[in-house]
T-cell receptor
Framework: QKEVEQDPGPLSVPEGAIVSLNCTYSNSAFQYFMWYRQYSRKGPELLMYTYSSGNKEDGRFTAQVDKSSKYISLFIRDSQPSDSATYLCAQPRGNYGGATNKLIFGTGTLLAVQP | SQTIHQWPATLVQPVGSPLSLECTVE??????LYWYRQAAGRGLQLLFY??????ISSEVPQNLSASRPQDRQFILSSKKLLLSDSGFYLC?????????????FGPGTRLTVT
């Protein structure tokens, strides 16, 4: 089992829709998660990070962590064509003895928002 | 604010030729530095990791090497490129203190080996 898994998509939605992007994780040692957005042929850009259960909001973006099911989600409200990109989730590598400075990334979900 | 630069942006090289990709970071001191490769439709593969000048950890055995001659400079090299070295190479940095784990990526170099 991969440590961080994402549905690769593509996920196609109409403009204005609410988008839900999801990851599952297997390592419960570090409840610290990041979401990155990567436009085609560009480097990933950090969108949000969260380290607790519940929701964290930033504008149209909400990150949610469900520790009981080992599920993390990114919601995008009022989606725009400019949101079309690949979204990657990540968490630190490590165990209960300590975290490392290395990240484990999901393979990403490709989102297309249709105008 | 911190910025990270990579060059060149694109590169087409024949099999067997050498490679040198450069990454520099501005606006921070003693960062952790990383080289990743992203193959088409695949995730990010960590290649090398550095916590300081001259300190390089290799994640996977391969045809590539890395060096860190200065605090904010990270170089990815190869003596002889293989077709399988084609991909999108990304440099990233993070703070060296263990209080946060976020990594920040450069714009990438797209390498095609022909």
């Amino acid at each position: 089992q991969k440590e961080v898994e994402q549905d690769p998509g593509p996920l196609s939605v109409p403009e204005g829709a609410i988008v839900s992007l999801n990851c599952t994780y297997s390592n419960s040692a570090f409840q610290y998660f990041m979401w990155y957005r990567q436009y085609s042929r560009k480097g990933p850009e950090l969108l949000m990070y969260t380290y607790s259960s519940g929701n964290k909001e930033d504008g149209r973006f909400t990150a949610q962590v469900d520790k009981s099911s080992k599920y993390i989600s990114l919601f995008i409200r009022d989606s725009q064509p400019s949101d079309s990109a690949t979204y990657l989730c990540a968490q630190p590598r490590g165990n209960y003895g300590g975290a490392t400075n290395k990240l484990i990334f999901g393979t990403g979900t490709l989102l297309a928002v249709q105008p | 604010s911190q910025t990270i630069h990579q060059w060149p942006a694109t590169l087409v090289q024949p099999v067997g030729s050498p490679l040198s990709l450069e990454c520099t970071v501005e606006g921070t001191s003693n960062p952790n530095l990383y080289w990743y490769r992203q193959a088409a439709g695949r995730g990010l593969q960590l290649l090398f990791y550095s916590v300081g000048i001259g300190q390089i950890s290799s994640e996977v055995p391969q045809n590539l090497s890395a060096s860190r001659p200065q605090d904010r400079q990270f170089i990815l090299s190869s003596k002889k490129l293989l077709l399988s070295d084609s991909g999108f190479y990304l440099c990233a940095w993070s703070v060296s203190l263990g209080i946060s784990y976020e990594q920040y990526f450069g714009p990438g170099t797209r390498l095609t080996v022909t």
